[in-house]
């Protein structure tokens, strides 16, 4: 089985379930919405960072943190209310080069989530500048050198398990924060 296949089936369910839980996908999200996903995602990405600072040959590094924190520091987000603090599990395996390439797919998958709500939400949360959510143009030729690199690199079945593994649990990760953040301030942000 193809690499790409096995994780879009490995993580179907999973990435439906985020589609409709994060606090951007309310139906008028808001500032504190894209704030609350920001931290979200700060908390997730953090102690993923040194396991993908090994970026695949053929794709620049891209420092999402660096976005996601400039983003919080928008003077359109001041004056909000605190925010719990959110740590992530740790992913078991990053040691795992297949594994992390599962974890990778996930990351670099959620850019092309991104643009989709750049285009959607740019107009309506102005004057913030979405800077994380815009990235630096079309993910999509960088999604085509990540999913060259993913085939070449991810092909024998133990290899597409271990990818599969770390999608999996890096979409766990991820739920497991939104269901810390939910019980705070994430369900009345943007819903009336």
């Known amino acids: 089985m193809d690499v790409l296949t096995a994780l879009r089936a490995a993580t179907a369910q999973r990435h439906a379930e985020l589609d409709t839980r994060t606090p951007l996908a309310a139906e008028a999200p808001d500032l ?3 704030r609350d996903h920001l931290h979200l995602l700060e908390a997730w990405l953090a102690p993923l960072q ?3 600072a090994d970026t695949p040959s053929g794709l620049p590094p891209r420092d999402y943190l660096s976005l996601i924190r400039a983003d919080l520091a928008h003077p359109a987000l001041a004056g909000l209310p605190a925010l719990p603090s959110l740590q992530a599990a740790l992913l078991p395996q990053l040691d795992d080069a297949a594994y992390r390439w599962g974890v990778r797919y996930v990351v670099e998958g959620s850019q092309l989530g991104g643009a989709v709500l750049y285009k959607r939400l740019h107009d309506k949360l102005a004057p913030h500048p979405l800077a994380y959510l815009r990235g630096d143009g079309s993910p999509g030729p960088r999604w085509q050198q990540f999913l060259a690199a993913l085939r070449g690199a991810v092909v024998s079945e133990r290899q597409i398990e271990q990818a599969c593994h770390g999608a999996r649990q ?23």
């Open 32 to 34: 504190r919405a894209y």
């Open 170 to 192: 890096a979409f766990d990760s991820l739920i497991g924060l939104l269901d810390g953040l939910s019980s705070s301030s994430v369900e009345t942000a943007g819903r009336p």
């Open 50 to 52: 040194p396991a993908l």
